[in-house]
C-alpha cells in the first residue's frame, strides 16, 4: 500500500506542475491592459478607443480616415461646382450688363430678360424686355429741348427704384382680383381694368398688370404726376406713363424725347451702351444726369444697329 501511495502523489505532483506551467504560458501571451481597461477581451488605447485585435491589420483603419476627408472633398467640390454653374448660366438674378457693339456679357442669348419684383413682400417675375442691339439716334443733336440742343449731359447716377405706394404695382404683377375703385376703359375692343395710375389684364385666375396703352384715355390720373414741359407742349408723368389733356381726361402717349422725370419705377433694368449706363423701362431708355443739383433721367431715343 505504501507503494501504491507514493505513486499516487507523484503522478499528482506531475499533473500540478503541469498545469501551473501551462497557465504561467497563457498569461505570458495575455496583452497587457492600459489606462484601467476591465475585462471583454477587449483593452483600451491611450486615445479612450478599442485596440483592434492583434491578426488584423493595423493600417485598416488609417486607410478609411484617409479616403473619408477625400471623399468628403470631392461631394464639396462637386457643390461649388454645381454653384458656379448655376450662377454662369444665368439663375441668379441681377440687374445690370454690358452692352458692346451689341454682345452681352452674361450670355442671355435672347432680348428677354427676368428681373425680380418685390411688391409688398410679394416676389413676382417681370418680363422686361430690352432690345440691346441699339445706339442713340444720332438726330438728335439737330433738336433743341427748351432752348437747348441735344440731351442734357450725361451724369451717371444709380438707379433707385421709386415705389409709388401700396396701391401701384409695376408690369408683369399679378393679382388674384382688383380693387373695387378700379374702373373699365377700352381700346380697340379691348378691355383694361384701371385703377390708380396701374392698368390691368384679365388673365387665368385673375389680372396682370399691363404697360398703360398708348392712346387709352382715363378720366383722371393720380396728384402726385410730374409736370414735363418740351418746347411749351405740357406733358404729364406718372408711374412710368406719359399723358397729355384731352377733352375727356388724359390719354396716354409715347414717352416725349428729351422729356426729364425724376422718378423711374421699380421694374426697370440697368443697362451699359457705349460705355454709358441707361435705365430701360418698358422699352423706353433714360439716361442719368444731374440738373440743379438733382439726380433726373432723360428720354432718350435709341434706334437699332444696322
Known amino acids: 500500500m505504501s507503494m501504491i501511495y507514493k505513486i499516487v502523489i507523484v503522478v499528482f505532483v506531475i499533473l500540478l506542475a503541469f498545469s501551473m506551467e501551462t497557465k504561467a504560458q497563457r498569461m505570458g501571451h495575455a496583452q497587457p491592459s492600459r489606462g484601467g481597461s476591465s475585462g471583454g477581451g477587449r483593452t483600451q488605447s491611450i486615445n479612450g478607443g478599442h485596440r483592434t485585435a492583434p491578426s488584423r491589420p493595423a493600417t485598416t483603419n488609417n486607410r478609411s480616415t484617409q479616403v473619408r ?3 468628403t472633398d470631392r461631394s464639396a467640390q462637386s457643390a461649388n461646382r454645381s454653384r458656379e454653374i448655376n450662377r454662369n448660366n444665368g439663375s441668379g438674378s441681377t440687374t445690370r450688363s454690358r452692352v458692346d457693339n451689341g454682345n452681352t456679357r452674361n450670355r442671355d442669348n435672347g432680348n428677354n430678360r427676368r428681373t425680380n419684383v418685390n411688391v409688398n413682400n410679394r416676389r413676382t417675375n417681370v418680363n422686361v424686355n430690352v432690345n440691346r442691339n441699339v445706339h442713340i439716334n444720332s438726330n438728335h443733336y439737330n433738336r433743341y429741348y427748351n432752348g437747348h440742343r441735344g440731351y442734357y449731359p ?3 447716377h444709380p438707379y433707385r427704384p421709386y415705389h409709388y405706394g401700396p ?9 388674384a382680383a382688383v380693387a373695387t375703385t378700379a374702373i373699365i ?8 381694368y384701371y385703377d390708380q395710375g396701374v392698368y390691368y389684364a384679365p388673365s387665368s385666375g385673375g389680372y396682370t398688370v399691363v404697360q398703360a396703352p398708348v ?24 408711374g412710368g406713363t406719359f399723358y397729355v389733356k384731352s377733352d375727356s381726361g388724359y390719354t396716354v402717349i409715347k414717352a416725349p424725347d428729351g422729356a426729364v ?3 423711374i419705377p421699380e421694374g426697370a433694368e440697368e443697362i451699359e451702351i457705349d460705355d454709358k449706363n441707361y435705365v430701360v423701362y418698358n422699352d423706353v431708355y433714360y439716361q442719368p444726369l ?8 432723360q428720354v432718350v ?3 437699332p444697329v444696322e
Open 215 to 238: 392712346n387709352i384715355t382715363v378720366v383722371n390720373i393720380p396728384s402726385n404726376f410730374e409736370s414735363v414741359t418740351i418746347n411749351d407742349d405740357a406733358y404729364y408723368y406718372f
Open 69 to 71: 476627408p477625400k471623399q
Open 290 to 297: 444731374l440738373e440743379n443739383g438733382a439726380n433726373v433721367y
Open 261 to 263: 422725370v425724376s422718378k
Open 301 to 303: 431715343d435709341m434706334v
Open 154 to 156: 450725361y451724369h451717371y
Open 185 to 192: 376703359v377700352s381700346l380697340n375692343n379691348q378691355k383694361y
Open 167 to 175: 396701391y401701384w404695382h409695376p408690369v408683369g404683377f399679378f393679382v
